[in-house]
């Protein structure tokens, strides 16, 4: 190796040791975007709560406060209470079940960027009693590129609501797939005003009122007592449902003044019982809408 070579070399070595060691001097914290400063660590001492219907959805508004410190948290859920999950940022107009919103979440006064809002309780994840501690641990990130970390741990009160559901009275179509060796249940409940046309794969609708689509999964494919929640993988299991989607699933269709409105049911839970003369109770409690059906499955 010729000396012009090794100085080049020893050049090159040089810098990546001064790069690698001005790197290491600055701790920051890259989220999705964008550098931003270490968290500044907030441990709120105060918090004040009110509660808006949108739609079918709740925005849960929180502030948060210690000493001149000040978050204000804009939760968007689907229940009376505040459900556990990691709330990430979106804008108003897209905000959903487990968003936080941005330009009402703030710190400070100032808008937040980028982040997430975990929120946990004691007790049952999926029900509420008040005295359920809830804990919440924010990483909230600035348009000025600062970072806040605040946590709050105490008591919250939520006030339930009745709830009203749409009734479907008839059993439209099913088919136990049980008899292919097969897990899943396919499953009509629509109202009365409801008209279905049979076709190759199952009915066709028309009319005004309302059409649930069930797709569940049990150990033999039958409607069996329970309460199933949404499939997370491809493969649904017993005690699930498949979550709606253009290519199927579980849905909810309303029919008025000729024209239908399709909404994929995604979350929240479906609860089968039965009683000794085999009527069945029916009931979907979720995002997109409330439903009951009361009767028999034939």
């Known amino acids: 190796m010729t000396k012009m070579k090794k100085n080049i070399i020893n050049i090159m070595l040089a810098a990546g040791v001064v790069f690698g060691m001005a790197s290491c001097q600055k701790t920051t914290i890259a989220p999705l975007e964008g550098m931003f ?6 441990e709120a001492t105060n918090i004040t709560s009110s509660v808006e219907k949108v739609e ?32 990430m940022g979106a804008d108003e107009a897209a905000a959903k079940n487990g968003s936080f919103i941005f330009g009402k979440t703030t710190v400070n006064g100032k808008a937040v960027k980028d982040g997430s809002v975990i929120v946990t309780k004691s007790g049952d ?25 605040f946590v709050w741990s105490g008591k919250l009160f939520f006030e ?8 479907l009275t008839k059993v439209g179509w099913s088919i136990n797939y049980g008899m292919f060796g097969m897990t899943m249940l ?26 649930l689509k069930l797709e569940l999964y049990s150990a033999d494919g039958s409607v069996a007592p329970g309460t199933y929640v949404p499939a997370k993988g491809e493969n ?30 995604t979350d929240g839970e479906i609860t089968v ?25 034939q």
Request: net charge negative; with cysteine.
């Open 37 to 42: 400063s270490a968290p500044v660590k907030v």
């Open 56 to 87: 079918k959805l709740r925005v849960f508004n929180f502030e948060l406060t210690a000493g001149a410190d000040k978050a204000n948290l804009a939760l968007v859920g689907s229940s009376y209470f505040l459900g556990v999950n990691t709330y």
């Open 125 to 149: 994840a999926k029900a509420y009693t008040p005295e359920d501690v809830y804990t919440f641990d924010t990483m909230l990130f600035l348009e000025d590129g600062s970072a806040y970390n």
């Open 160 to 167: 339930a609501e009745a709830m009203t559901y749409a009734e």
């Open 186 to 211: 396919g499953l009509d409940l629509i109202s009365d005003g409801i008209v279905g046309t049979p076709g190759a794969w199952g009915n066709t609708y028309s009319g005004e009122g309302n059409y």
């Open 236 to 265: 649904p299991g017993p005690g699930e449902f498949k979550p709606g989607s253009a290519a199927g699933g579980t849905q909810w269709t309303v029919f008025a003044g000729g024209s239908s409105t399709t909404e994929f049911v």
């Open 273 to 297: 019982s039965v009683d000794g003369s085999g009527v069945y109770t029916i009931v979907l409690e979720c995002g997109v809408t409330n439903a009951k059906f009361v009767g028999k499955l």
